[in-house]
């Protein structure tokens, strides 16, 4: 729950143990195969495949269902261990669904990062940038208040002096003196300290409006959409475009390009989507459908 956020909890079946411990029909396989890793002091690095039932609530076509997957762990080569997932992936349908072409597109959270860290976005901005990433909605608002940051105008009084001074010692005491007016316990939720840097955090990127420059490269960014072959000569291009430095993001890239070719998968029927993701905390580098 805490990585893949609250939505998740209306998804599974949650009941409690007779000591009152938090438990839940499994979800997925992730979690499970890892703790068995554990458990089993297996070391790394060391690969795993599972297939079995989990359980969800609200799923179309039922609450019950198989799923696939496998989990890759501990090598050191991010490259290559990037391509043989996929191309296990493509492996694995082309057995189950013989016949079909099956069209691949890549996306690459890393460059992305590295795309707003070469922009000089203040840490705030990339993090909730980060968390939308792979949802066009979501990109579209956070970007719109990027260009035209909203008024501050929810905060009045003392809070709103505090904030704008980033006092966060003064606002945590201010909040928790008012918690305990109303009779609210810290312990219920965020610590007084907490709500106090996140308002501050918030009227912070309040106050940064990216230049048009930067916005029409972040923007142009976005727009990449190329067949993998040609995926590295036009991140190449954009960024000495835009003067940008994308570093070791551009770098892992281009390797993870060369790895793939090498396991026989046809990089001009693989396409690279620089605006393509998901937006959970989790996924941080190479995603692929």
């Known amino acids: 729950l805490d990585m893949a956020g609250e939505d998740l909890r209306r998804r599974i079946f949650l009941t409690e143990s007779e000591t009152g411990k938090t438990l839940c029909l499994r979800p997925e396989f992730t979690i499970p195969v890892c703790l068995d890793h554990i458990a089993s002091q297996a070391g790394t690095p060391r690969r795993y495949s599972y297939l079995g039932e989990v359980f969800r609530q609200r799923r179309e076509g039922g609450n019950e269902f198989f799923q696939a997957g496998i989990e890759d762990l501990g090598d050191t080569d991010i490259a290559a261990a990037d391509a043989r997932s996929l191309a296990d992936a493509h492996a694995l349908l082309s057995l189950?669904?013989?016949?079909?072409?099956?069209?691949?597109?890549?996306?690459?959270?890393?460059?992305?990062?590295?795309?707003?860290?070469?922009?000089?976005?203040?840490?705030?901005?990339?993090?909730?940038?980060?968390?939308?990433?792979?949802?066009?909605?979501?990109?579209?608002?956070?970007?719109?208040?990027?260009?035209?940051?909203?008024?501050?105008?929810?905060?009045?009084?003392?809070?709103?002096?505090?904030?704008?001074?980033?006092?966060?010692?003064?606002?945590?005491?201010?909040?928790?003196?008012?918690?305990?007016?109303?009779?609210?316990?810290?312990?219920?939720?965020r610590s007084p300290a907490d709500i106090a840097r996140r308002l501050i955090e918030k009227a912070q990127l309040r106050s940064v409006r990216l230049s048009d420059d930067a916005f029409s490269a972040l923007k142009g960014f976005l727009e990449i959409d190329v067949a993998l072959s040609g995926a590295t000569a036009a991140l190449e291009k954009f960024a000495a475009d835009a003067g940008l430095s994308l570093g070791p993001a551009l770098e892992n890239f281009s390797a993870r390009a060369k790895a793939i070719e090498a396991h026989g998968l046809s990089s001009a029927q693989i396409r690279y989507d620089a605006a393509f993701g998901r937006p959970l905390d989790y996924y941080t580098g190479l995603v692929f459908e």
């Open 96 to 189: 189950v669904l013989p016949g079909r072409t099956l069209a691949i597109t890549l996306g690459d959270q890393t460059l992305f990062e590295a795309v707003l860290a070469a922009l000089g976005l203040p840490r705030g901005w990339r993090m909730r940038l980060a968390r939308a990433f792979g949802s066009a909605p979501m990109l579209e608002a956070a970007l719109a208040d990027l260009a035209n940051p909203p008024r501050n105008s929810q905060l009045s009084g003392p809070v709103a002096l505090l904030v704008l001074d980033g006092d966060q010692e003064g606002l945590a005491a201010h909040i928790a003196e008012g918690m305990e007016q109303a009779g609210l316990s810290a312990s219920g939720g």
